[in-house]
């Protein structure tokens, strides 16, 4: 029973040390990304799926207004 205890010690010590080393990289800037903003412009052209809301009006769903 002892070896558990000891080995969730030792889990939780090493789950820190990756912790402590993740915050220190991301206040380094490790995970900034310095590429994507200059090849957007690049790709600002795609091409949009037409979505259900986006699908043009048939005949059937244009309503005419009785009043005009």
Do not use: C, H, W
């Not at 000891?6 to 490790?30: E, N, P, R, W």
């Not at 412009?41 to 795609?46: G, I, V």
């Not at 799926?49 to 207004?65: A, F, H, R, Y």
């Amino acid at each position: 029973m002892t070896i558990i205890y000891m080995l969730l010690a030792i889990s939780v010590f090493v789950a820190l040390i990756f912790f402590v080393l993740f915050i220190f990289s991301v206040k380094k800037g490790q995970y900034d990304d310095t590429y994507t903003p200059s090849v957007r412009m690049l790709f600002d052209d795609e091409l949009v799926k037409e979505g259900p809301s986006n699908k043009k009006n048939t005949s059937k769903e244009i309503k005419t207004n009785p009043e005009k």
